[in-house]
């Protein structure tokens, strides 16, 4: 099979840095850095083949761009962006150098940090028919009554409850973003899954106001904690944000 050049993501230093063993692929390819000028691509051997798009190739992709993250601002490249050799790569820093500069320039000293917001499965529901009275009262007027004598009635319970959680989430929403989004550069929603998801967001942030913005995740936890389990995860390469597609081909 032919070899070419996997490319992770760009930078912004146009040094050599060789970063070990770590390229996509499970060969033990070197992962380092093909420069023009102040700007590099991170790039390893590889194999010109279509990656499949498992667990374990992305995170191999998500891993070598995090090693290069460690000291640098970076732009995430997409997955699966191959090319020849190391001449086209300069070739395409040199096309591309305006707007690569451009978009390091605007994501420098900027991080992502993702937060997920769920409905505690047993206390939401609970909490749906204290809240909802009418719910409430439906359903202890069914419960003496046989379930075949109230098919109907129980189909529009569940409605009643699925209207009512889908209440409770937009409050909820509102809440976490009014809290959140004044401390953020950009957000970027994300698909929810499952009934109970309230919020799968991405939040690009200035650096220097991370622990404010932890503290602020804290206090959401402190006031809401009983009822929505947070999950907080940073810091992220800026997929959300960033996600470069060069055109390798024709060049």
């Not at 040199?94 to 991080?111: A, S, T, V």
């Not at 106001?209 to 006031?223: A, C, M």
């Not at 809401?224 to 999950?231: E, L, M, R, T």
Request: with cysteine; glycine share 6%.
């Amino acid at each position: 099979m032919e070899e070419g050049k996997y490319i992770y993501c760009i930078m912004h230093n146009g040094k050599y840095i060789d970063y070990g063993f770590l390229g996509i692929g499970d060969r033990g390819d070197k992962i380092y850095t093909v420069g023009y000028k102040d700007i590099s691509a991170v790039v390893s051997n590889s194999p010109i083949k279509k990656y499949s798009t498992s667990r374990e190739n992305f995170i191999a992709h998500e891993k070598a761009i995090e090693k290069v993250m460690e000291n640098y601002d970076v732009l995430p490249v997409r997955f699966c962006t191959i090319t020849e050799d190391e001449d086209i790569i300069k070739k395409i820093l040199e096309m591309e150098y305006d707007r690569f500069k451009g978009l390091l320039n605007w994501i420098k000293g900027k991080k992502e940090l993702g937060v997920k917001a769920i409905f505690k499965k047993d206390v939401i529901y609970n909490h749906i028919m204290e809240k909802y009275k009418d719910i409430k009262a439906l359903k202890e007027k069914l419960s003496s009554l046989p379930p075949d004598k109230t098919h109907y009635q129980r189909i529009q319970i569940g409605r009643m409850v699925e209207i009512a959680l889908e209440k409770e989430k937009e409050m909820f929403k509102k809440k976490i973003s009014d809290t959140l989004s004044p401390l953020s550069v950009e957000v970027k929603d994300n698909f929810t899954y499952g009934e109970r998801m309230i919020i799968n967001s991405a939040f690009l942030i200035e650096k220097d106001i991370e622990d404010e913005f932890d503290k602020e995740i804290n206090g959401l936890d402190e006031e809401y904690g009983n009822i929505i389990k947070f999950k907080y995860v940073g810091t992220l390469p800026p997929f959300n944000f960033v996600n470069l597609i060069i055109q390798t081909k024709g060049l």
